[in-house]
């Protein structure tokens, strides 16, 4: 059974504060996070398709200016997002790599971060045929396990909430997921004489 833990919680989040999905590609964070979006009440925001929509197609950009222009392109569109989330209750799911921008990350900490934990048998269906995704060009699940491998620390460091996926579907894991949010929305929040806990450690 897919089970989710409390990581850790940021005390500056305020109550109907952003939640934003991070993990791996091919994890579900779209589908998922569309259906918390509507299970909550709230505005979804993928910022892959905010890229998408103004820009053109990934492998394009990929093809024409670079890995590295798309990540521009990709930290600009978040940090729009989280902007924007300041005003609406939002849900946001940031691509596979989004994490890894220094910006990006420091601003993760006025949101709730959700990640979506899952292995290969996981994705293997989905990802296994074309699918246009540049990164994995080539043997497809070869990259898609060394990308992982490269970017779960980051993932543990940055959650809040940790979500397995590896099995049940996207209804199960939406209601697990509004379970741990409610549960961390009543979680004591430090006072300031209490050391703030990140990761288990003070």
């Given at each position: ?11 500056s989040?305020?109550?109907g ?70 005003t609406?209750?939002?849900v ?48 497809a ?14 993932y543990?460091?940055?959650a809040?909430?940790?979500?397995d ?24 929040t ?13």
């Amino acid at each position: 059974m897919p089970s989710g833990h409390l990581a850790r919680r940021h005390a500056s989040t305020p109550e109907g504060g952003p939640i934003v999905l991070i993990g791996p590609m091919a994890v579900g964070k779209t589908v998922i996070g569309a259906e918390l979006a509507k299970a909550l009440g709230r505005r979804f925001v993928d910022t892959d398709q905010v890229v998408i929509h103004r820009h053109g197609r990934i492998a394009d950009i990929f093809a024409g200016r670079g890995e590295r222009h798309f990540r521009e392109l990709e930290a600009r569109a978040v940090v729009e997002a989280l902007d924007a989330a300041r005003t609406e209750p939002t849900v946001i799911s940031l691509g596979g790599g989004a994490v890894l921008d220094s910006g990006t990350q420091q601003l993760l900490a006025g949101a709730t971060v959700v990640y979506l934990e899952a292995d290969l048998e996981t994705v293997r269906s989905r990802i296994g045929r074309e699918s246009g995704r540049p990164l994995l060009a080539g043997d497809a699940l070869e990259r898609w396990t060394q990308l992982a491998a490269t970017r779960t620390p980051v993932y543990r460091r940055l959650a809040d909430l940790t979500l397995d996926v590896r099995s049940g579907g996207v209804e199960e894991h939406v209601r697990q997921l509004v379970a741990l949010l409610q549960g961390r929305e009543q979680a004591t929040t430090p006072t300031e004489s209490q050391p703030r806990i990140k990761n288990g450690h003070p």
